[in-house]
């Protein structure tokens, strides 16, 4: 069972969302009551005692563990359901099972199922009240973790913290990632069939983008618009990588998009880097955009793929940067003049060894 980065940062945010939130509920419940009271109107001493935080942090840690491999690992199935209702019912279904199993674990690690007298039917239980805080905190959990999907989790947090608001400078590296053929094939099976075409695309490129530490930017179309943030360690090899990983994984699926499409979808792109602005943008729909030479620089060259036969074209400036060129292969065009732009430049074709 293969774990990456984004999916370890979801297992803390989940795990600590539930053991904060647990550990605030018996705060705000119980905080402000002594030991004798509790003992007296739940009968169960050992449980309530100077144990409560624990079994609070024991149930968060219980329940978030559950909850996260059910959201990584069942729910992604769920999603793909076209039925908004079974998509409902199927969540709701496995929450209420991670629910009562940590329930079942935490009595039977406090004195035993058989002693665990906070059952929903008695009065003074407050499983009651703890399984509707319970509801609203996965809701909020997974309205969170889906802001974050939809935002991807840099930008989110961004957002959040408003690194943004003001426009700043960076040093950025961008791959534009086209599919080849796009107008044909969409005229030849459909629009719908494209579409899904262009999803299926996509999904195979997910993993890569996490195991070459990549960022989507923004999807325009056909178009995957991917960058990396330069620092001491940036890794230029990583993008070249993710190119050319992402072609031999759509060569190993080719017999199913041939079946499901009646075409073998491939994919052209261009690399480029330097330094651009950064900042948000929108009122009634915010978003943190780009600004910059570099990524008009980026589209042209990657319009000239077909022109040079080639499936990855980079420019000068990320060429001059790559520490380890003896995996690739190299071919410079010199004096390129792109549309719109007075200066010429010299471009590069890549290929692996």
Wanted: charged fraction near 20%; glycine fraction near 4%.
């Amino acid at each position: 069972m293969y774990i990456n980065n984004y999916k370890v940062t979801e297992i803390a945010i989940i795990v600590c969302s539930w053991v904060l939130a647990l550990l605030l509920f018996v705060y705000l419940k119980f905080g402000d009551v002594n030991d004798a009271f509790l003992t007296e109107w739940y009968d169960k001493q050992v449980f309530f005692n100077k144990n409560i935080y624990s079994v609070a942090l024991a149930y968060g840690l219980l329940l978030g563990s559950l909850l996260s491999i059910i959201h990584l690992y069942v729910y992604p199935r769920i999603i793909q359901t076209p039925s908004f209702t079974k998509n409902i019912i199927a969540r709701s279904v496995s929450f209420l099972v991670c629910f009562k199993t940590a329930e079942i674990l935490i009595s039977l690690l406090y004195n035993g199922l058989d002693d665990f007298h906070l059952s929903y039917s008695n009065p003074n239980s407050i499983l009651k009240s703890l399984f509707l805080y319970a509801v609203i905190i996965n809701f909020l959990t997974d309205f969170f973790l889906l802001m974050r999907k939809n935002l991807g989790p840099g930008y989110f947090f961004n957002l959040i913290r408003g690194k943004y608001y003001r426009p700043r400078e960076e040093n950025r590296i961008f791959m534009f990632l086209d599919l080849a053929s796009s107008t044909t094939i969409a005229e030849r099976i459909g629009h719908i069939a494209y579409s899904s075409l262009l999803q299926d695309c996509f999904r195979e490129l997910t993993p890569l983008l996490l195991k070459n530490k990549a960022s989507i930017y923004q999807y325009v179309g056909d178009e995957a618009v991917i960058t990396w943030k330069i620092n001491k360690h940036t890794n230029r090899e990583l993008c070249l990588d993710l190119f050319f990983s992402f072609q031999q994984r759509l060569q190993e699926k080719k017999e199913d998009f041939w079946q499901k499409y009646h075409t073998t979808p491939f994919f052209r792109a261009s690399i480029n880097e330097g330094r651009i602005v950064m900042s948000t943008v929108g009122e009634l729909k915010t978003e943190i955009v780009y600004h910059g030479d570099v990524l008009n620089t980026a589209a042209r060259i990657q319009s000239l793929c077909k022109t040079y036969d080639t499936a990855l074209l980079i420019s000068e400036n990320f060429y001059e940067k790559i520490n380890d060129k003896k995996i690739f292969q190299f071919k410079c065009f010199s004096n390129i003049a792109l549309t719109g732009k007075d200066e010429k430049i010299n471009i590069y074709s890549v290929n692996r060894n």
